[in-house]
Protein backbone atom coordinates (compact mmCIF):
# COMPACT_ATOMS: atom_id res chain seq x y z
CA UNK A 1 0.00 0.00 0.00
CA UNK A 2 1.40 3.50 -0.80
CA UNK A 3 1.41 6.83 -2.80
CA UNK A 4 4.22 6.45 -5.18
CA UNK A 5 7.54 6.51 -3.17
CA UNK A 6 7.42 4.54 -0.38
CA UNK A 7 6.34 1.94 -1.46
CA UNK A 8 8.58 1.55 -4.52
CA UNK A 9 11.21 2.17 -2.22
CA UNK A 10 10.47 -0.68 0.38
CA UNK A 11 9.91 -3.04 -2.69
CA UNK A 12 13.45 -2.34 -4.13
CA UNK A 13 15.14 -3.04 -1.00
CA UNK A 14 13.23 -5.67 0.31
CA UNK A 15 11.59 -7.65 -2.34
CA UNK A 16 12.72 -7.33 -5.53
CA UNK A 17 15.43 -9.85 -5.28
CA UNK A 18 13.20 -12.17 -2.78
CA UNK A 19 12.64 -15.51 -4.27
CA UNK A 20 10.58 -16.18 -1.62
CA UNK A 21 7.84 -13.21 -1.72
CA UNK A 22 5.76 -12.55 -4.89
CA UNK A 23 4.79 -8.88 -4.68
CA UNK A 24 1.23 -9.08 -6.78
CA UNK A 25 0.27 -5.09 -6.78
CA UNK A 26 1.09 -1.62 -5.56
CA UNK A 27 -2.16 0.39 -4.14
CA UNK A 28 -2.06 3.60 -4.63
CA UNK A 29 -3.74 6.63 -2.53
CA UNK A 30 -2.95 10.44 -1.58
CA UNK A 31 -1.87 11.43 -4.92
CA UNK A 32 -4.43 11.80 -8.53
CA UNK A 33 -3.41 9.87 -11.28
CA UNK A 34 -0.66 7.71 -10.19
CA UNK A 35 -3.43 4.45 -9.47
CA UNK A 36 -3.89 3.02 -13.22
CA UNK A 37 -0.04 2.47 -14.16
CA UNK A 38 2.46 -0.36 -13.77
CA UNK A 39 5.71 -0.58 -11.65
CA UNK A 40 7.40 -0.87 -14.76
CA UNK A 41 9.60 -4.47 -15.45
CA UNK A 42 13.23 -2.36 -15.84
CA UNK A 43 12.81 -1.23 -12.31
CA UNK A 44 11.01 -4.33 -10.67
CA UNK A 45 14.17 -6.69 -12.08
CA UNK A 46 13.94 -10.22 -13.63
CA UNK A 47 11.25 -11.53 -11.83
CA UNK A 48 8.89 -9.48 -12.66
CA UNK A 49 9.03 -9.69 -16.72
CA UNK A 50 5.47 -7.66 -17.22
CA UNK A 51 5.84 -5.25 -14.03
CA UNK A 52 3.67 -4.95 -11.40
CA UNK A 53 0.69 -3.76 -11.49
CA UNK A 54 -0.85 -0.44 -9.69
CA UNK A 55 -4.79 -0.36 -8.79
CA UNK A 56 -6.53 2.42 -6.15
CA UNK A 57 -6.38 1.64 -2.64
CA UNK A 58 -10.12 0.99 -2.80
CA UNK A 59 -9.66 -2.27 -4.60
CA UNK A 60 -7.17 -3.53 -1.67
CA UNK A 61 -9.94 -6.43 -0.36
CA UNK A 62 -10.41 -7.42 -3.73
CA UNK A 63 -6.79 -8.14 -4.76
CA UNK A 64 -6.28 -9.85 -1.34
CA UNK A 65 -9.06 -12.51 -2.10
CA UNK A 66 -8.15 -12.86 -5.90
CA UNK A 67 -4.45 -12.69 -5.22
CA UNK A 68 -4.78 -15.03 -2.38
CA UNK A 69 -2.32 -12.13 -0.53
CA UNK A 70 -0.48 -13.64 3.00
CA UNK A 71 0.43 -9.96 3.74
CA UNK A 72 -0.18 -5.95 2.99
CA UNK A 73 2.65 -4.04 3.73
CA UNK A 74 1.43 -0.28 4.56
CA UNK A 75 4.53 2.46 2.51
CA UNK A 76 2.78 5.64 2.85
CA UNK A 77 2.94 8.50 5.02
CA UNK A 78 1.49 11.60 6.71
CA UNK A 79 -1.75 9.30 7.90
CA UNK A 80 -3.49 9.51 11.57
CA UNK A 81 -2.47 6.92 13.61
CA UNK A 82 -6.36 6.04 13.72
CA UNK A 83 -6.56 5.74 9.92
CA UNK A 84 -3.61 3.43 9.88
CA UNK A 85 -5.24 0.89 12.15
CA UNK A 86 -8.41 1.16 10.64
CA UNK A 87 -6.52 0.20 7.22
CA UNK A 88 -4.97 -2.82 9.22
CA UNK A 89 -8.35 -3.75 10.46
CA UNK A 90 -9.65 -3.80 6.90
CA UNK A 91 -6.16 -6.20 5.88
CA UNK A 92 -6.41 -8.61 9.32
CA UNK A 93 -10.30 -8.48 8.59
CA UNK A 94 -9.37 -10.90 5.41
CA UNK A 95 -7.11 -12.76 7.11
CA UNK A 96 -3.94 -11.48 6.19
CA UNK A 97 -1.27 -9.81 7.94
CA UNK A 98 -0.80 -6.29 8.07
CA UNK A 99 3.05 -4.80 8.30
CA UNK A 100 5.08 -1.42 9.12
CA UNK A 101 8.22 -1.87 7.90
CA UNK A 102 11.40 -0.50 10.15
CA UNK A 103 13.77 1.83 9.24
CA UNK A 104 16.99 -0.21 9.92
CA UNK A 105 15.70 -2.59 6.92
CA UNK A 106 14.92 0.13 4.49
CA UNK A 107 17.44 2.65 5.52
CA UNK A 108 20.52 2.57 2.81
CA UNK A 109 24.18 3.47 4.06
CA UNK A 110 26.02 5.81 2.43
CA UNK A 111 29.56 6.21 1.89
CA UNK A 112 29.95 9.92 3.31
CA UNK A 113 28.56 11.50 6.37
CA UNK A 114 24.10 12.20 6.04
CA UNK A 115 22.25 14.78 7.62
CA UNK A 116 18.41 13.77 7.54
CA UNK A 117 15.85 16.40 7.67
CA UNK A 118 12.54 15.29 8.42
CA UNK A 119 8.89 16.12 9.70
CA UNK A 120 6.50 15.40 11.92
CA UNK A 121 3.90 16.59 9.36
CA UNK A 122 3.39 17.87 5.72
CA UNK A 123 3.70 21.43 5.45
CA UNK A 124 6.02 21.75 9.17
CA UNK A 125 8.69 23.88 6.93
CA UNK A 126 11.18 21.35 6.18
CA UNK A 127 12.45 22.55 2.73
CA UNK A 128 14.40 25.26 4.29
CA UNK A 129 15.45 23.80 7.77
CA UNK A 130 17.27 21.41 4.25
CA UNK A 131 18.13 24.60 2.17
CA UNK A 132 19.76 26.20 5.46
CA UNK A 133 21.96 22.72 6.79
CA UNK A 134 22.80 22.53 2.87
CA UNK A 135 24.30 26.40 3.64
CA UNK A 136 25.37 26.09 6.49
CA UNK A 137 27.80 23.07 5.29
CA UNK A 138 28.59 23.98 1.98
CA UNK A 139 30.05 27.29 4.30
CA UNK A 140 32.40 25.00 5.85
CA UNK A 141 34.26 24.20 2.87
CA UNK A 142 31.99 20.79 2.43
CA UNK A 143 30.42 19.32 -0.86
CA UNK A 144 27.22 19.44 -0.24
CA UNK A 145 24.39 18.04 -2.21
CA UNK A 146 20.47 17.01 -1.49
CA UNK A 147 18.75 13.92 -1.87
CA UNK A 148 15.17 14.13 -1.97
CA UNK A 149 12.08 11.92 -1.16
CA UNK A 150 10.74 10.59 -3.80
CA UNK A 151 8.22 11.82 -6.14
CA UNK A 152 7.53 9.80 -9.10
CA UNK A 153 4.47 10.83 -10.89
CA UNK A 154 5.76 10.37 -14.09
CA UNK A 155 6.92 8.05 -16.57
CA UNK A 156 8.60 5.94 -13.44
CA UNK A 157 11.57 3.95 -15.92
CA UNK A 158 12.60 7.32 -17.14
CA UNK A 159 12.91 9.22 -13.88
CA UNK A 160 14.55 6.52 -12.40
CA UNK A 161 17.71 8.55 -11.41
CA UNK A 162 17.20 12.75 -11.56
CA UNK A 163 20.01 15.37 -11.20
CA UNK A 164 18.83 18.59 -11.15
CA UNK A 165 21.50 21.44 -10.83
CA UNK A 166 19.79 24.20 -13.35
CA UNK A 167 16.44 25.19 -13.65
CA UNK A 168 16.82 23.92 -17.21
CA UNK A 169 17.60 20.53 -16.23
CA UNK A 170 14.22 20.68 -14.15
CA UNK A 171 12.30 22.04 -17.30
CA UNK A 172 13.61 19.23 -19.62
CA UNK A 173 12.26 16.69 -16.43
CA UNK A 174 8.83 17.76 -17.13
CA UNK A 175 7.69 17.69 -13.71
CA UNK A 176 4.65 17.76 -11.72
CA UNK A 177 4.15 21.68 -10.15
CA UNK A 178 4.63 19.52 -6.71
CA UNK A 179 7.96 18.16 -7.75
CA UNK A 180 8.71 21.72 -8.91
CA UNK A 181 7.67 22.59 -5.24
CA UNK A 182 10.57 21.14 -4.03
CA UNK A 183 13.25 21.23 -6.96
CA UNK A 184 13.09 24.97 -7.72
CA UNK A 185 13.77 26.72 -4.87
CA UNK A 186 17.38 24.94 -3.78
CA UNK A 187 18.48 24.60 -7.17
CA UNK A 188 17.87 28.63 -7.73
CA UNK A 189 20.60 28.85 -4.66
CA UNK A 190 23.04 26.67 -6.34
CA UNK A 191 22.64 23.43 -4.80
CA UNK A 192 22.23 19.86 -6.68
CA UNK A 193 19.60 18.06 -5.86
CA UNK A 194 19.14 14.48 -6.95
CA UNK A 195 15.76 12.57 -6.88
CA UNK A 196 13.93 9.54 -8.48
CA UNK A 197 12.65 6.13 -8.00
CA UNK A 198 16.21 3.29 -7.62
CA UNK A 199 17.56 5.07 -4.18
CA UNK A 200 20.47 2.40 -4.24
CA UNK A 201 21.48 4.28 -7.88
CA UNK A 202 20.49 8.25 -6.82
CA UNK A 203 22.55 7.84 -3.85
CA UNK A 204 25.63 6.12 -5.34
CA UNK A 205 25.38 8.70 -7.89
CA UNK A 206 24.76 11.88 -5.38
CA UNK A 207 28.21 10.36 -3.18
CA UNK A 208 30.15 10.90 -6.04
CA UNK A 209 29.89 14.56 -6.02
CA UNK A 210 29.22 15.48 -2.27
CA UNK A 211 31.51 15.01 1.20
CA UNK A 212 28.19 15.00 2.88
CA UNK A 213 24.66 14.20 1.99
CA UNK A 214 21.69 16.42 2.81
CA UNK A 215 18.37 14.21 3.10
CA UNK A 216 15.45 16.20 2.22
CA UNK A 217 12.61 14.30 3.63
CA UNK A 218 8.85 14.52 2.02
CA UNK A 219 5.70 14.68 3.75
CA UNK A 220 6.73 12.78 7.41
CA UNK A 221 8.31 10.30 5.90
CA UNK A 222 11.21 8.25 7.89
CA UNK A 223 14.70 8.59 6.20
CA UNK A 224 15.43 6.03 3.12
CA UNK A 225 19.42 6.62 3.73
CA UNK A 226 21.15 6.13 7.41
CA UNK A 227 21.61 9.62 8.80
CA UNK A 228 24.88 10.51 10.84
CA UNK A 229 22.03 13.51 12.26
CA UNK A 230 18.33 13.25 12.17
CA UNK A 231 16.78 16.67 12.59
CA UNK A 232 13.23 16.89 13.02
CA UNK A 233 10.71 19.66 11.94
CA UNK A 234 7.78 20.55 14.27
CA UNK A 235 4.78 22.68 13.56
CA UNK A 236 3.12 24.07 16.24
CA UNK A 237 0.62 25.75 14.52
CA UNK A 238 -0.93 21.80 14.63
CA UNK A 239 0.22 21.26 18.27
CA UNK A 240 -0.76 17.55 18.96
CA UNK A 241 -0.16 16.31 15.68
CA UNK A 242 3.85 15.66 16.73
CA UNK A 243 1.97 12.95 18.65
CA UNK A 244 -0.67 12.00 16.14
CA UNK A 245 0.26 11.00 12.52
CA UNK A 246 2.55 8.13 11.57
CA UNK A 247 5.43 7.91 10.56
CA UNK A 248 6.02 11.69 11.74
CA UNK A 249 5.93 9.98 15.80
CA UNK A 250 8.74 8.06 15.08
CA UNK A 251 10.76 11.19 13.14
CA UNK A 252 10.24 12.92 16.88
CA UNK A 253 11.06 10.06 18.93
CA UNK A 254 14.44 9.10 17.01
CA UNK A 255 15.79 12.87 16.40
CA UNK A 256 18.96 14.01 17.81
CA UNK A 257 17.58 17.12 17.11
CA UNK A 258 14.54 19.15 17.18
CA UNK A 259 13.43 22.04 15.15
CA UNK A 260 10.49 24.20 16.71
CA UNK A 261 9.48 26.27 13.87
CA UNK A 262 6.66 29.11 12.91
CA UNK A 263 7.20 30.46 16.95
CA UNK A 264 6.97 33.43 15.35
CA UNK A 265 3.11 32.99 13.91
CA UNK A 266 1.59 30.28 16.78
CA UNK A 267 0.34 30.68 19.91
CA UNK A 268 2.74 30.48 22.95
CA UNK A 269 0.17 28.12 24.37
CA UNK A 270 0.50 25.79 21.12
CA UNK A 271 4.45 26.35 21.60
CA UNK A 272 4.61 25.28 24.85
CA UNK A 273 2.25 22.03 24.14
CA UNK A 274 4.78 21.31 21.46
CA UNK A 275 7.44 21.46 23.78
CA UNK A 276 6.19 19.40 26.38
CA UNK A 277 5.45 16.83 23.89
CA UNK A 278 9.21 16.45 22.95
CA UNK A 279 10.26 16.59 26.28
CA UNK A 280 7.96 13.94 27.03
CA UNK A 281 9.04 11.19 24.25
CA UNK A 282 12.67 12.82 23.60
CA UNK A 283 14.12 14.28 25.95
CA UNK A 284 17.52 14.07 25.44
CA UNK A 285 16.94 15.70 21.91
CA UNK A 286 18.32 18.93 21.12
CA UNK A 287 15.57 21.90 20.77
CA UNK A 288 16.31 24.57 18.40
CA UNK A 289 13.16 27.27 17.98
CA UNK A 290 13.05 28.59 14.77
CA UNK A 291 10.58 30.85 12.95
CA UNK A 292 9.56 31.42 9.45
CA UNK A 293 8.76 35.19 8.12
CA UNK A 294 7.43 35.27 5.29
CA UNK A 295 8.15 37.65 2.77
CA UNK A 296 6.71 39.73 -0.27
CA UNK A 297 8.12 40.20 -3.72
CA UNK A 298 7.90 43.56 -5.15
CA UNK A 299 4.50 44.08 -7.14
CA UNK A 300 1.10 46.05 -6.72
CA UNK A 301 -0.10 47.17 -4.39
CA UNK A 302 -2.63 44.72 -2.48
CA UNK A 303 -5.05 47.43 -0.46
CA UNK A 304 -7.80 47.56 -2.12
CA UNK A 305 -7.27 45.45 -4.85
CA UNK A 306 -9.46 41.95 -5.39
CA UNK A 307 -6.53 39.32 -4.47
CA UNK A 308 -6.53 35.76 -5.03
CA UNK A 309 -3.99 33.65 -3.09
CA UNK A 310 -2.79 30.49 -4.59
CA UNK A 311 -0.83 28.20 -2.10
CA UNK A 312 1.41 24.78 -2.18
CA UNK A 313 -1.10 22.31 -3.35
CA UNK A 314 0.11 19.25 -1.03
CA UNK A 315 0.64 21.51 2.38
CA UNK A 316 -3.30 22.72 2.21
CA UNK A 317 -4.49 19.03 0.86
CA UNK A 318 -3.08 16.16 2.81
CA UNK A 319 -1.21 18.39 5.06
CA UNK A 320 -4.61 19.72 6.50
CA UNK A 321 -3.24 23.27 6.74
CA UNK A 322 -6.70 25.70 5.95
CA UNK A 323 -4.20 27.98 4.50
CA UNK A 324 0.27 29.31 4.24
CA UNK A 325 1.91 31.77 3.76
CA UNK A 326 0.05 33.30 0.88
CA UNK A 327 -2.42 34.22 2.78
CA UNK A 328 -0.44 35.42 5.77
CA UNK A 329 1.80 37.64 3.42
CA UNK A 330 -1.44 39.14 1.58
CA UNK A 331 -2.97 40.14 4.85
CA UNK A 332 0.01 41.43 6.15
CA UNK A 333 0.37 43.72 2.55
CA UNK A 334 -3.03 44.69 3.76
CA UNK A 335 -5.71 42.77 1.30
CA UNK A 336 -9.38 42.60 2.51
CA UNK A 337 -10.75 41.66 -0.91
CA UNK A 338 -9.30 37.94 -0.35
CA UNK A 339 -11.30 36.24 -3.68
CA UNK A 340 -13.06 32.58 -2.37
CA UNK A 341 -11.63 30.37 -5.09
CA UNK A 342 -14.65 28.12 -5.04
CA UNK A 343 -17.08 29.77 -7.55
CA UNK A 344 -14.55 29.53 -10.06
CA UNK A 345 -13.28 26.30 -9.53
CA UNK A 346 -13.10 23.98 -12.67
CA UNK A 347 -12.67 20.75 -13.52
CA UNK A 348 -10.47 18.56 -10.74
CA UNK A 349 -10.11 21.43 -8.56
CA UNK A 350 -14.10 20.82 -7.84
CA UNK A 351 -13.20 17.71 -6.59
CA UNK A 352 -10.29 18.68 -4.57
CA UNK A 353 -12.66 21.18 -2.46
CA UNK A 354 -14.89 18.34 -2.16
CA UNK A 355 -12.71 16.23 -0.89
CA UNK A 356 -10.49 18.47 1.38
CA UNK A 357 -13.46 20.67 3.00
CA UNK A 358 -10.81 22.30 5.83
CA UNK A 359 -9.37 24.61 3.13
CA UNK A 360 -10.28 27.94 3.13
CA UNK A 361 -9.73 30.78 0.82
CA UNK A 362 -7.02 30.08 -1.25
CA UNK A 363 -6.18 28.06 -4.28
CA UNK A 364 -4.42 25.06 -4.13
CA UNK A 365 -1.33 24.97 -6.59
CA UNK A 366 -2.73 21.85 -7.72
CA UNK A 367 -0.92 20.42 -10.93
CA UNK A 368 0.20 16.37 -10.64
CA UNK A 369 -0.68 16.32 -14.69
CA UNK A 370 -1.57 18.34 -17.64
CA UNK A 371 -5.22 18.28 -17.16
CA UNK A 372 -5.29 19.86 -13.37
CA UNK A 373 -2.41 22.23 -14.46
CA UNK A 374 -5.30 23.92 -17.27
CA UNK A 375 -7.86 23.46 -14.79
CA UNK A 376 -5.52 25.64 -11.78
CA UNK A 377 -5.10 28.14 -15.02
CA UNK A 378 -9.09 28.44 -15.81
CA UNK A 379 -9.48 28.68 -12.53
CA UNK A 380 -7.32 31.97 -11.99
CA UNK A 381 -8.56 33.29 -15.24
CA UNK A 382 -12.25 32.83 -13.96
CA UNK A 383 -11.65 34.29 -10.50
CA UNK A 384 -10.75 37.84 -12.53
CA UNK A 385 -8.79 39.36 -9.85
CA UNK A 386 -6.26 42.12 -9.91
CA UNK A 387 -3.41 40.65 -8.20
CA UNK A 388 -2.34 36.87 -7.39
CA UNK A 389 -0.23 36.23 -4.02
CA UNK A 390 1.39 32.77 -4.86
CA UNK A 391 2.55 31.34 -1.77
CA UNK A 392 3.71 28.04 -3.25
CA UNK A 393 7.45 27.99 -4.00
CA UNK A 394 7.77 27.60 -7.66
CA UNK A 395 7.30 30.34 -10.36
CA UNK A 396 4.01 29.74 -11.35
CA UNK A 397 3.74 32.22 -14.42
CA UNK A 398 6.86 28.97 -15.75
CA UNK A 399 4.01 26.47 -15.57
CA UNK A 400 0.55 28.53 -15.86
CA UNK A 401 -0.50 31.69 -17.78
CA UNK A 402 -1.66 34.55 -15.40
CA UNK A 403 -2.57 37.84 -16.67
CA UNK A 404 -2.76 39.53 -13.17
CA UNK A 405 0.19 40.78 -11.59
CA UNK A 406 2.03 38.12 -9.85
CA UNK A 407 3.72 39.05 -6.17
CA UNK A 408 5.43 35.80 -4.74
CA UNK A 409 5.07 34.98 -0.63
CA UNK A 410 8.53 33.26 0.50
CA UNK A 411 9.72 32.34 4.05
CA UNK A 412 13.25 31.14 5.35
CA UNK A 413 14.25 29.60 8.67
CA UNK A 414 15.25 31.95 11.15
CA UNK A 415 16.87 30.39 14.29
CA UNK A 416 15.83 32.17 17.89
CA UNK A 417 17.98 32.16 20.67
CA UNK A 418 20.75 29.52 21.38
CA UNK A 419 21.52 26.58 19.97
CA UNK A 420 21.60 27.31 16.12
CA UNK A 421 21.72 24.42 13.64
CA UNK A 422 25.38 25.88 12.75
CA UNK A 423 26.41 24.47 16.78
CA UNK A 424 24.92 20.97 16.54
CA UNK A 425 26.70 20.77 12.74
CA UNK A 426 30.14 21.40 14.09
CA UNK A 427 30.56 17.23 14.91
CA UNK A 428 29.13 16.30 11.45
CA UNK A 429 31.82 18.87 9.58
CA UNK A 430 34.55 17.48 11.84
CA UNK A 431 33.67 14.07 10.54
CA UNK A 432 33.28 14.55 6.85
CA UNK A 433 36.65 16.73 7.11
CA UNK A 434 38.12 13.16 8.50
CA UNK A 435 36.60 11.14 6.22
CA UNK A 436 37.11 13.34 2.76
Not at 88 to 117: E, I, N, Y
Not at 256 to 282: C, S
Not at 351 to 362: E, K, L, M, S
Request: charged letters at 25%.
Amino acid sequence: MGAGGRDFHDFNVLYRDDPDVEVVAFTATQIPGIDDRRYPAALAGPRYPHGIPIRPEAELRDIIEREAVDEVAFCYSDVAHVDVMHLASRVLATGAGFRLHGPRRTMLQARVPVVAVCAVRTGSGKSPVSRRVAHLLEAAGLRTVLVRHPMPYGALEQMAVQRFATLADIDAADPTIEEREEYEAPVREGLVMWAGVDYEAILRGAEEEADVIVWDGGNNDLPFVRPDLLVTVVDPLRAGDELAFHPGEANLVMADVVVVNKIDVATPDDVTTVLAHVEAVNPAATVIRAGSPVTLGEGPELAGRRVLVVEDGPTITHGGMPSGAGLVAARAAGATDVVEPRPFAVGSLVDTYARFPHIGPVLPAMGYDVAQRTDLEATIAAARCDVVVSGTPIDLTRVVRVDAPVRRASYELREVGSPELAEVLVPLVARARAVG
